[in-house]
């Protein structure tokens, strides 16, 4: 399938990673890919470049959360502001970039969908026979995000420091096309969230990186722990997602029969749809 630029303000307009900070090795070009386009990231002291492979050109790039960013267009905002990552009781930490061979409008749908972890997360975030999603409440909020609240699943793991099965409330937010974050509540911190958002690379519109980035409030945990159940969970997904047909996301309604537990995946189609976004989707028919 032949890949064509991408033509969607949306997307050109808007921030997305292109590296991770720690992986850049000082004053070696660091080859990326953006919506089709190759780049270069290079880190230079505190600075880190990045340019369009073919001539050179410049590409307008910020460093934020451990990542550099880069936006192809002109920015139409800031970058997602993540309130947890500026409160100093928690662990920043970077999940790994993990390359997937789908379109990143996927890698978000999968994100949202908690009726695979009996099946795909055995033993740790679902068990059978806890298989039912309960009902929950989605909205699109004044900051035009995706809001799931009220989401309740019953996990045998569900974190690093559980302790034994428990029920585990979720709320997931949509905030960009390819940005996702779900909160859960802490185990030892009734009141308060972890938080992980996944910001998905799309490099083009059949391929992506999974940038997960996680905020854990420190106590009864280590990062390397927090990393480890990470990359567990997203290496149970990676072949689930790799092996979805189509690799793009179909838009058309009628595509993709939805059952009552993914109310929030047709939301997320519908507001893609609402907002031209057709890059790494198959647009519903006129």
């Known amino acids: 399938q032949m890949q064509a630029p991408c033509n969607d303000r949306i997307l050109l307009d808007d921030w997305h990673i292109v590296a991770d900070r720690a992986g850049l090795v000082e004053g070696r070009p660091f080859p990326s890919r953006l919506l089709g386009v190759d780049l270069e990231v290079t880190r230079r002291g505190e600075r880190a470049d990045v340019v369009r492979s073919f001539d050179g050109s410049p590409v307008t790039s910020r460093q934020l959360y451990g990542y550099v960013w880069a936006c192809l267009g002109t920015p139409a905002r800031d970058i997602v502001h993540l309130p947890e990552a500026f409160e100093t009781d928690r662990y920043m930490v970077t999940g790994g970039s993990i390359a997937v061979k789908v379109s990143g409008l996927r890698a978000v749908e999968n994100f949202l969908d908690m009726g695979h972890f009996p099946f795909v997360h055995t033993g740790w975030l679902g068990d059978e026979p806890h298989t039912e999603v309960q009902p929950y409440k989605v909205e699109i909020t004044e900051a035009d995000e995706i809001l799931a609240t009220d989401c309740k699943f019953f996990q045998p793991v569900a974190s690093p420091t559980a302790k034994g099965g428990m029920m585990v409330a979720y709320i997931y937010k949509v905030i960009r096309p390819y940005t996702v974050a779900l909160y ?18 799309p490099v083009d519109e059949d391929n992506c990186i999974a940038h997960p980035f996680l905020c854990y409030i420190k106590e009864g945990i280590d990062e390397p722990t927090i990393r480890w159940f990470m990359q567990l969970i997203f290496a149970q997904d990676k072949p689930i997602l790799e092996n979805q047909v189509p690799k793009r996301l179909p838009l058309d309604p009628r595509a993709e029969t939805p059952i009552r537990a993914d109310a ?23």
């Open 184 to 201: 859960k509540s802490n185990p030892l911190q009734p009141g308060r969230l972890d938080s992980i958002t996944l910001f998905v690379q």
């Open 264 to 286: 929030v995946s047709v939301t997320y189609r519908r507001w893609l749809r609402e907002r031209a976004v057709t890059y790494g989707a198959i647009p519903a028919a006129a």
